[in-house]
């Protein structure tokens, strides 16, 4: 094999530690651009049919679950706004059938490049937020046939909460959605029926904004025991019940819509669409009220409506060191006011947790050099015999406390940090649009120009000049030469802070080479 | 169960071909920790502990301990290393018995290359 050969594959391998088991398991999804295009295919379509009678024929098959209930005969048919609320952060439609159809945000992070705010939904998937289904086809049929009459045409929301009340006459049976709206993107609604019959309430289809292949997108629900499903768009295998649950979110990588009850819990359905993406329902109880969220998952805002709704921030597989972590850094980042700086800082404080190791393996140095005639003697002696030189060193080093390695843990320690930061940066919204300085202007997105990775490569190959290394093998040496080069290619694609944290983890890494190197030099010259 | 070992195996000889080089040069013991991971899989007779004294060594490996020459412990019964075959037979690992506990210290016979 060739060295070009085994860097090429030390390169793929190392892809699939790092990130592979994203690119593996994970459905790809094409990209928005796709989105967008069905929906100027479809819109047309809607707006025809709306303009005639309600269409019997045609349902939507694919987008209705399949056990709770029977299908209505069409969601998208009203879709005329009938109500808009407007908080001190967003904009909120409500549809003929008492659905939200529509989430702008007003914040400015949430804008886009041209300034304009950010729609939760942008294609007309079925079912909505609040939408209502009933388990009786014939009663089902006829609430999707039936526009809502509404209270208040137009809401603002600025302090107090409001409440609207949508009101839907089905051949005199009544039902009466009463929906509150507090300021900070959570709402409880109540709905009250004349008379008892079993049905169902959707959080809606999670939102549509950001939908890529590196993050989850789909439906979670937290369990009564606290135990977190995940049913990712493309894996729900069917109908899936969960009996008192405390959350049902609908999700992309950045926005969500969920119902949770921490208290009494909700009885959460989970059923499959056409693309077999996830769509959740909780069943309903007549006058109960019940609690909702749509908006950014941002940390701040959901902590304030409730700690355990932090819950719906996830960060994949690697949540249980990629949530602390994200908490350290938005700790560091109450006293940084730069994304970038926060980054340094954080990989600053790991390195001081690790000082203590460090600095006894700092102190042991100091012994080394005495050592310096037995270890030109140890390495005369087993000259051909690699196993037999290691053994003997290692005794010796031992013998006189002066190992100057550093040990599998602290480096194996680095994998899961790596991983955590990785996972923070893609998941959490807060660092979307990050800047850092001069030209780094999303920390979240990989370097447009290239620089960090080519400045990461630089600082690992200096770390490796300052190192002082013997190899045994030729080959290695070889492939250890060229790793920085592997490396620059490798980080590339990287989101800039991930990178960024690499780079500052080996300039501390070289500064502290130094040091040492600087310490062995002062005692050979004492000497 | 002998699956599982040689694909653990197979894991950690790959990560010794490889991976090895990001971090190289790190471990303070002979034989190395995923050298020592190796010898525990094919030679303890329980892969549970086998798993368990490779990560406690891992996280032995740091520089609150000394390092050198550590060999893995294993408890087998004597009758399992009782040379039952006359003849010529590769000798791929010794065991030497620890001080008096039972427990026999694993030496993979990189050092002679002949026959037992």
Same mark, same amino acid.
């Given at each position: ?7 090429v594959i030390a390169t793929v391998l190392s892809l699939i530690v790092f990130i592979g088991y994203d690119y593996l ?55 005329? $706004?009938?109500?808009?609320?407007? *908080? ?6 409500? #549809? /003929?059938? @008492?659905?939200? =159809? ?118 979670? $629900?937290?369990?009564?025991?606290? *135990? ?6 493309? #894996? /729900?295998? @069917?109908?899936? =019940? ?244 592997v490396?620059?290619f490798f980080?590339?694609t990287f ?33 | ?116």
């Open positions: 094999m060739s060295t070009q050969m085994r860097v398991f994970m459905p790809k999804i094409a990209p928005q651009a796709a989105d967008n295009n069905k929906t100027a295919m479809s819109a047309p379509q809607t707006a025809a049919q709306t303009e005639t009678a309600p269409p019997s024929v045609a349902p939507a098959v694919s987008q209705e679950p399949q056990k709770p209930k029977a299908a209505p005969v069409r969601g998208d048919t009203f879709d005329r $706004v009938i109500s808009t609320v407007e *908080t001190t952060n967003m904009t909120m439609e409500f #549809d /003929a059938l @008492g659905r939200i =159809s529509q989430v702008y945000l007003k914040d400015r992070q949430y804008r886009d490049e041209a300034g304009e705010e950010l729609k939760l939904f942008n294609t007309p998937k079925i079912p909505k937020p609040l939408e209502v289904r009933f388990s009786d086809p014939r009663l089902n049929d006829l609430a999707f046939k039936t526009p809502y009459s509404v209270s208040l045409s137009s809401v603002t929301v600025d302090g107090e909460p409001k409440t609207i009340t949508f009101t839907q006459d089905l051949e005199g049976f009544v039902v009466e959605k009463v929906v509150t709206i507090y300021p900070d993107h959570h709402y409880d609604f109540v709905v009250r029926l004349s008379e008892p019959k079993p049905f169902y309430v959707s959080p809606g289809y999670r939102p549509d904004l950001r939908i890529d292949a590196y993050t989850v997108h789909g439906a979670m $629900v937290e369990e009564a025991d606290g *135990t977190l499903t995940i049913i990712e768009d493309g #894996d /729900a295998k @069917g109908t899936e =019940s969960f009996r008192k649950a405390r959350i049902a979110v609908a999700f992309d990588r950045y926005y969500a819509t969920a119902f949770y009850d921490f208290e009494s819990g909700i009885d959460v359905v989970v059923n499959k669409d056409a693309e077999e993406n996830p769509v959740l329902f909780v069943s309903g109880e007549s006058g109960r009220t019940m609690h909702g969220y749509i908006g950014p998952k941002e940390h701040k805002i959901l902590m304030a409506i409730h700690p355990e709704l932090t819950k719906i921030i996830e960060f994949g597989w690697f949540t249980f060191i990629a949530a602390p972590m994200f908490k350290v850094l938005l700790w560091l980042h109450t006293y940084i006011p730069n994304w970038g700086w926060t980054i340094v800082a954080l990989t600053f404080l790991i390195r001081l947790i690790l000082y203590p190791l460090t600095y006894k393996g700092m102190v042991s140095m100091h012994r080394l050099k005495e050592l310096a005639p037995k270890i030109k003697e140890i390495q005369a002696k087993y000259k051909g015999d690699p196993q037999k030189m290691n053994a003997h060193m290692m005794e010796l080093y031992k013998k006189h406390k002066a190992n100057p390695l550093g040990g599998c843990l602290p480096m194996l320690l680095q994998i899961p940090v790596f991983f955590a930061i990785y996972r923070v940066l893609l998941n959490a919204i807060e660092l979307k649009g990050a800047e850092w300085i001069l030209w780094i202007d999303d920390l979240s997105v990989m370097d447009p120009y290239y620089v960090l990775p080519i400045l990461m490569g630089a600082s690992m190959w200096a770390h490796q000049m300052v190192t002082p290394s013997n190899f045994t093998d030729p080959m290695q040496e070889k492939i250890f030469k060229w790793l920085p080069v490396f620059t980080f590339v989101p800039a802070g991930l990178v960024l944290y690499w780079l500052t983890n080996n300039i501390f890494s070289i500064a502290q080479q130094l040091l040492i190197n600087r310490m062995l030099e002062k005692n050979k010259k004492a000497e | 169960m002998n699956m599982i070992r040689t694909l653990l195996s197979g894991f950690l000889k790959l990560y010794q071909k490889f991976f090895t080089l990001l971090g190289y040069g790190s471990c303070r013991y002979y034989p190395t920790c995923s050298e020592y991971a190796k010898w525990q899989l094919e030679t303890n007779p329980s892969l549970l502990r086998a798993l368990l004294s490779s990560a406690i060594r891992i996280l032995r490996c740091n520089q609150l301990f000394d390092g050198g020459i550590d060999y893995p412990k294993v408890s087998i019964r004597p009758s399992g290393i009782r040379h039952r075959h006359h003849g010529c037979q590769k000798v791929r690992y010794w065991f030497v018995p620890d001080r008096g506990n039972g427990k026999w210290n694993v030496i993979k016979n990189t050092f002679s290359k002949g026959h037992s």
